[in-house]
């Protein structure tokens, strides 16, 4: 009796074993293809010098006025394109990327160009004091945890391409592109293609 008890005492744990095993391959494996493919044409995608905001873009001003526009991170007066560039590049805080979009909400004409040309570079830079947010993309590959609430956000702020595109989004309250974990090649090709559509509009 004791040795069968001791078997499936032995053969439980083995088997909880091989099921954390399991859980931990499908639910914290990163299995996303990154690229980078440089581009410093930033002049094809300058904003018009004049042009009537879209209807999309006015709504996002709407929404960011007032109390509401602290929600958007803040930024010093020291802040500048150099500046806030490298923080899309390299930074991994949350706060400092949230700091950068708000900077480039104010100064759109400069940053612009630049996040557009972004959109090709997949490298994945990381992120760490995110509190409560949601990326299902990275919740699936184990970067963040889940608690069951937060703040959700579609694009993959883990690597440039991403925060480039979540931040064009936040400037016009645009969605036709959005950088998810698995964009490809393709895609970033196929994006700053509509991008540029969307620049060319402008002038009309």
């Not at 020291?78 to 390299?90: M, R």
């Not at 990326?135 to 963040?144: N, V």
């Amino acid at each position: 009796m004791k040795i069968n008890i001791l078997l499936f005492v032995v053969l439980l744990s083995n088997a909880l074993a091989h099921a954390q095993n399991s859980i931990n391959i499908l639910v914290k494996r990163d299995t996303f293809q990154y690229f980078t493919i440089l581009d410093n044409d930033t002049g094809r995608y300058k904003l018009p010098a004049n042009f009537k905001k879209p209807a999309n873009w006015q709504k996002a001003d709407q929404s960011r006025k007032g109390f509401l526009r602290n929600w958007y991170g803040s930024y010093n007066d020291s802040f500048n394109l150099k500046q806030v560039l490298a923080i899309i590049d390299t930074a991994i805080d949350l706060s400092q990327i949230e700091s950068a979009q708000s900077w480039c909400i104010d100064n759109y004409f400069q940053a612009f160009p630049y996040l557009i040309t972004r959109l090709s570079n997949k490298q994945k830079i990381g992120l760490i004091n995110t509190a409560d947010l949601i990326i299902w993309d990275r919740i699936k590959t184990g970067d963040l945890e889940f608690y069951g609430h937060g703040g959700a956000i579609n694009e993959d702020l883990f690597t440039i391409a991403g925060r480039a595109s979540w931040v064009l989004n936040q400037i016009t309250g645009e969605n036709f592109a959005t950088v998810h974990g698995n964009f490809t090649k393709k895609q970033a090709k196929e994006f700053k293609q509509l991008w540029g559509k969307y620049i060319t509009n402008l002038s009309r």
